[in-house]
């Protein structure tokens, strides 16, 4: 078990050399018992971002995309590593887990689906076997400690979201008020244990929606309200009516001196 | 050098105010055209309201809304008792796909068509009709539910012209395919450049049921159209069914 007195820090080191773009990452941290943690991301480009605690996460961050090494780190002492890739616009959650010695592991989250609802289980609650999830009483799916079920598209609405033994179907973890919203993606984390409640964090993985604002104006409004056109036909009047009339008194000027 | 006569004074006068009106004019034409004013930093105007529009709490950026809506929840039976506005409304059952929606303030009773999205942007609905986004959440459910209508037509104005100027607290009904009516509160307007859309504050889950109602704003330019958008927030206030029962009712008083 871990011994967390002084945090955790997560260290992404990244390797030199390599192309920049941009990928996002957040990190979960759902090591029981751990202090507020980092995710620190090293080497050109790199950041430091907020510290969560227990249970929390992190909002996303981009960060470049490339081969990095991420580190676990308690204070000073690295605790665990890993190697992995970051693509250009794809988005990744890292979550700090523990299984008798702490571990860490990469998930790549997925993009929405317009008017549907997305949802992912992940097993992270080191001291339960392997669970059935059952979604509305529905079975989902039977996860092992440690790994994730692929995502599965439903229909929105509220939910009870449940994780059990497989064989016995009671319920040992229960979220009553899942709520799935079209056109979002989301992932469940089964978490706790080492004295942690084990609980369900639900996070949002993405939204679908088109990149671009709506082009909901003809122009009606601009055609009625045109100053500089007025004030245009203003000013060729009144430079039309000014040469008139100093023509008419240079006339008058040349008469009176004759 | 002779005086100038009276006739000459008069025709100098008239050309110095020839640039004048020039200059006038180009001031005019900079202000005009309705709030377009200075866009930037709006999807931090964004953020604030989605924020606000989900909680009913928070910080509301003076420049994007006057004034925040803090919830009082109240029921039959339970009235006077304060409750998290994080509670769903509609239990387990989706509200229908919306049918109409009217915003009596504005003098606006239309039909609502859902559009989905087409190269990149959502498909702009007929000029007399509002559009539902139906790759989202339905209005009423927990989440964003968008709708978009025209600020103007090629004369005149449009469906949504009166959307950008909408005061926070103004009603707006929306009437699903059931006949059940869910009216909502406006809670603030903020303006956006139309090719920065904050998708991250527009589409997506909330904590609360939210609409978003979008229209154009700023500067036309021709060929290309207006240069930003137009973001309204509201939030769920009251649900009625078609047999005029109010299962629930939620009030809104003047936040902090």
Redesign the interface.
């Known amino acids: 078990m871990l011994s967390l007195a002084s945090g955790l820090l997560i260290l992404v080191s990244i390797a030199p050399g390599q192309a920049l773009a941009d990928a996002q990452v957040r990190f979960l941290h759902a090591v029981p018992g751990g202090p507020t943690a980092q995710l620190q991301l090293a080497g050109e480009g790199g950041a430091t971002l907020d510290g969560v605690g227990f249970g929390q996460a992190t909002t996303y961050s981009r960060v470049p995309a490339r081969r990095v090494k991420l580190a676990l780190v308690a204070g000073s002492k690295r605790l665990a590593s890993v190697r992995s890739s970051f693509e250009d616009g794809v988005r990744y959650t890292v979550i700090g887990q523990s299984a008798g010695r702490p571990d860490l592991r990469i998930l790549r989250d997925s993009g929405?689906t317009?008017?549907r609802a997305r949802l992912r289980l992940v097993h992270a609650a080191p001291e339960l076997g392997t669970v059935e999830m059952k979604l509305?009483g529905r079975s989902l799916d039977k996860v092992k400690k440690g790994e994730a079920s692929r995502y599965s598209d439903e229909?929105?609405?509220?939910?009870r979201l449940t994780a059990g033994m497989p064989a016995s179907g009671d319920a040992l973890v229960m979220k009553p008020?899942l709520?799935l919203?079209?056109?979002?993606a989301?992932t469940a984390y089964l978490i706790g244990s080492g004295g942690e409640r084990t609980r369900f964090v639900v996070l949002?993985d993405a939204?679908?929606?088109?990149?671009?604002?709506?082009?909901?104006?003809?122009?009606?409004?601009?055609?009625?309200?045109?100053?500089?056109l007025?004030?245009?036909v203003?000013?060729l009047v009144?430079?039309g009516?000014?040469?008139v009339?100093?023509s008419?008194?240079?006339r008058?000027?040349r008469r009176a001196g004759a | 050098m002779p005086a100038?006569?009276?006739?000459?004074r008069?025709?100098?006068?008239?050309?110095a105010?020839?640039p004048a009106?020039?200059a006038?004019?180009?001031v005019?034409?900079l202000g005009?055209?309705?709030g377009e004013g200075n866009a930037a930093g709006s999807a931090g105007a964004a953020d604030q309201l989605a924020r606000a529009a989900d909680r009913g709490k928070g910080a509301i950026d003076p420049a994007a809304t006057t004034r925040a809506l803090a919830p009082v929840i109240a029921e039959p039976g339970r009235a006077g008792i304060e409750a998290s506005p994080l509670e769903?409304l509609?239990?387990?059952?989706?509200p229908a796909p919306p049918q109409r929606i009217a915003i009596p303030a504005a003098g606006l009773d239309a039909v609502v068509e859902p559009v989905?999205?087409r190269g990149?942007?959502?498909k702009?609905p007929d000029?007399g009709r509002a559009g539902w986004?139906?790759?989202?959440?339905?209005p009423g459910?927990?989440?964003r539910a968008?709708i978009?209508?025209?600020?103007?037509?090629?004369?005149?104005?449009?469906l949504?012209?009166r959307v950008p100027s909408l005061l926070p607290g103004t009603d707006i009904d929306l009437t699903d395919r059931r006949g059940e009516v869910r009216r909502f509160k406006v809670v603030g307007t903020t303006q956006?450049?139309?090719?920065r859309?904050p998708?991250?504050y527009?589409?997506?889950?909330?904590d609360a049921p939210v609409l978003v109602l979008?229209?154009?704003g700023g500067?036309?330019r021709?060929g290309r159209?207006?240069r930003?958008?137009v973001l309204l927030y509201a939030r769920l206030a009251e649900r009625t069914t078609p047999r005029g029962r109010a299962p629930r009712v939620v009030l809104y008083r003047g936040g902090p």
Request: with cysteine; charged share 20%; hydrophobic share 35%.
């Open positions: 929405a317009p008017a509305g229909e929105p609405g509220d939910y008020d709520n919203v079209a056109g979002t989301a949002e939204a679908s929606g088109p990149e671009a604002g709506p082009a909901t104006g003809l122009g009606g409004l601009a055609d009625g309200d045109r100053p500089w007025l004030a245009l203003a000013a009144t430079g009516l000014s040469g009339l100093y008419r008194s240079s008058r000027r | 100038p006569d009276r006739g000459s008069l025709a100098l006068t008239l050309a105010l020839v009106l020039a006038g004019a180009a005019l034409s005009s055209g309705g769903s509609d239990g387990g059952i989706r989905s999205s990149g942007a959502i702009v000029v986004y139906d790759g989202g959440p339905r459910e927990i989440g968008l978009i209508g025209h600020l103007d037509r090629r004369k005149g104005p449009g949504f012209a956006t450049p139309r090719d859309f998708t991250q527009v589409y997506g889950a909330a979008v229209t154009c500067p036309f021709p159209g207006y930003d958008n």
